[in-house]
């Protein structure tokens, strides 16, 4: 590194090289993650760097010739590198000048006897490498303008050097200048470079080079010295974009393509960059809950598998419970078993630790995509029961159920009609419908135009006329599409062949306490939407009777193919078995109390006689005196009064 601030070149030394522009810099080894290439891809004439060597070619011609005839390169037999005689005459007309440009030079020629030079030309040669000026440490000005070097070294010794011009070269890299304290002026124009971070920099002229991206320079933003600077003639500077963008990461500059900058286009800029600012806070907000997103369903999807697996293994202990009992497998110990197996059993402890493990807050999510209300985990059921806006609600069409069991979500259907009337479209994955009996549970709701079953995670999408079934029980909803499929005429035709007469056996097997409370239920919704329908406009009456006539429309023999969720039945069940219980319990006691009748009915038997006997003693020896019997009479029947 070159400590300290560079100045610019003055007195003397600024007039003999006629430096109107310059570039201050401070220099070191760079890493290749910030490799940036500029190539020479215009006539450099008007680069400003170029304006520079102009204005030393001017300097060097008017004072000295493009090449005195007084100076010669001998060969040496003892080294590779020509060696410069200049006559007594030449040195003393410019004795701290040297000009060699287009000598066809391919390296540096030994200079011996001219350590006073402080000007030094090597301009329009074929040089690869600085090489043989260590010694010309009085050096103030070295000129290699359009040569073939590749690399910056052998200027560790030329402490006075001030002016170095290297544009269009071959250097990639800025490096090896840490001991230049003086240099003022570094021109690297139409060079491939490799640029970092230049702490002191102040003026840059990057014109014409072939830079099409600003992050191509995006380093010198760190530059807190940075003043001057040019783009013009590369592709970046024909961006909309440019200007603005170019300002809001270097706020510091004062001009920008020799152009001063106004106020007014550092407020704009600063404006712009406060957009810029807001829209990536924006972007990265959505990126990070798009982030949360993918990990909450992630984390719910482990829960939903690990859950399968668990179902899994109860199932699997269940058969082999089965399979080892000699017993009916519909009965053990004169109870009917469940048609859902119970969750209780062993559990595997990796499972149970794994569930554990699981966060409460990442196991559900709840989204609203436009017209779409997606639910992943049964933990997202509870949104129902929030206050929804009528305005969103009233926006929902879709609603999407992933990673819940089908039983749990039947029983917020309710909910579902009445927080969510616009809701026409179903879609189910992940849901465990496993049975065409399930789709019944749908008819309760106020009316379905779509219904998507994924195959995934429903093994009812299998079965060959699951959507003939759908039709059929759901027929009064009259749907337009099963998983992104037309509903035609004809499917609706096929649906009532195939399964009209189930509908009817199960109607004739109902109770009739049952097909009664079915009829009621259906009168009972009719006379509902006749109440709803009062002090309403016509044309809306019009549109609620074609609902209600689908909602009523359901036919009374569909409407006895209905589905008993697991936890109703368990219900059911629990309640079948408190009756039991209360009938068993009251037989008991009655036919404990008739025992107890039976037992004293015997012993009443045995002891009759005797007691008959007793009777009849007692009420002749009462009656033996007629007056006594009388007065005693008389007496009861005064101290009943």
């Known amino acids: ?123 329009h040669n074929f040089i690869t490498q600085i090489q043989n000026i260590s010694n010309l440490q009085k050096l103030i000005s070295l000129d290699f303008y359009d040569n073939q070097i590749e690399e910056i070294s052998g200027l560790s010794t030329l402490r006075c050097l001030r002016v170095l011009l290297l544009g269009k070269n071959r250097i990639k890299k800025i490096s090896n200048l840490e001991n230049l304290k ?74 920008l393509d020799m152009k001063r900058i106004t106020e007014e286009e550092r407020r704009m800029a600063s404006v712009l960059a406060k957009k810029e600012e807001e829209k990536k806070r924006e972007s990265h907000k959505q990126s990070l809950l798009k982030e949360k997103k993918r990990l909450t369903i992630n984390n719910v999807a482990r829960q939903w598998d690990l859950q399968q697996q668990r179902v899994a293994n109860i199932a699997t202990n269940e058969d082999r419970k089965d399979s080892d009992s000699p017993q009916d497998p519909c009965q053990i110990d004169g109870s009917t078993l469940s048609a859902f197996p119970e969750e209780t059993g062993p559990l595997d402890s990796g499972l149970n630790n794994a569930l554990q493990g699981l966060s409460v807050i990442d196991t559900y999510l709840v989204e609203v995509d436009g017209d779409t209300l997606s639910l992943y985990g049964s933990g997202a059921l509870e949104s129902l029961d929030r206050n929804w806006s009528v305005q969103t609600a009233g926006m929902i069409t879709t609603v999407s159920f992933t990673f819940i069991e089908f039983d749990e979500i039947v029983q917020v259907l309710p909910k579902l009609k009445i927080k969510f009337p616009n809701s026409l479209h179903l879609k189910f994955k992940e849901t465990n419908l496993v049975m065409l009996q399930q789709f019944n549970a749908l008819a309760q709701l106020r009316r379905i135009d779509q219904l998507t079953i994924d195959p995934q995670g429903n093994p009812v999408v299998n079965f060959t006329l699951w959507k003939y079934y759908v039709l059929f029980r759901l027929s009064h909803f009259s749907m337009q599409k099963i998983n992104g499929t037309e509903v035609t005429q004809n499917d609706m035709i096929m649906a009532e062949r195939l399964f009209g007469i189930l509908a009817h056996v199960a109607s004739s097997e109902l109770p009739q306490y049952r097909l009664i409370s079915i009829l009621g239920d259906a009168r009972k919704k009719q006379f509902r939407y006749l109440l709803e329908s009062k002090g309403k406009k016509p044309g809306i009456i019009n549109e609620e009777n074609n609902d209600s006539k689908r909602l009523v429309g359901e036919n009374t023999n569909r409407a006895t193919l209905n589905y008993t969720t697991r936890d109703f039945y368990n219900e059911k069940l629990e309640e079948i078995k408190e009756k039991k219980k209360f009938c068993k319990t009251y037989v008991e006691d009655l036919v404990k109390e008739a025992t107890e009748i039976n037992m004293k009915n015997e012993a009443l038997q045995k002891l009759w006689p005797q007691m008959f006997i007793e009777l009849v003693r007692d009420a002749v020896i009462e009656i033996r005196n007629k007056n006594s019997y009388m007065k005693l009479c008389l007496q009861q029947i005064t101290d009943q009064k």
């Open 1 to 123: 590194m070159i400590p300290g601030k560079y100045r610019s070149v003055s007195g003397r030394a600024a007039n003999n090289v006629n430096c109107g522009l310059h570039l201050v810099i401070q220099t070191s080894s760079l890493p290749e993650k910030n490799k940036v290439e500029f190539k020479l891809n215009k006539d450099p004439s008007s680069f400003p760097g170029r304006l520079l060597q102009h204005d030393l070619e001017r300097n060097y011609s008017s004072r000295q010739g493009i090449v005195s005839d007084h100076i010669n390169l001998v060969s040496s037999s003892l080294s590779s590198f020509p060696i410069l005689q200049r006559s007594s005459e030449e040195k003393i007309l410019y004795s701290d000048r040297l000009s060699l440009e287009r000598q066809k030079l391919t390296v540096c020629p030994i200079i011996n006897g001219e350590d006073h030079l402080r000007l030094l030309n090597f301009q």
């Open 182 to 255: 003086s240099l003022d002026v570094l021109d690297l124009h139409g060079n491939q470079r490799d640029v970092d971070n230049l702490p002191c920099l102040q003026h840059l002229f990057l014109s014409f080079n072939n830079i099409s991206s600003f992050d191509s320079v995006s380093c010198l933003a760190d530059s807190s010295s940075l003043s001057d600077i040019t783009f013009d003639g590369n592709p970046i500077a024909q961006e909309s974009w440019y200007k603005h963008t170019v300002l809001q990461n270097m706020m510091q500059l004062r001009q």
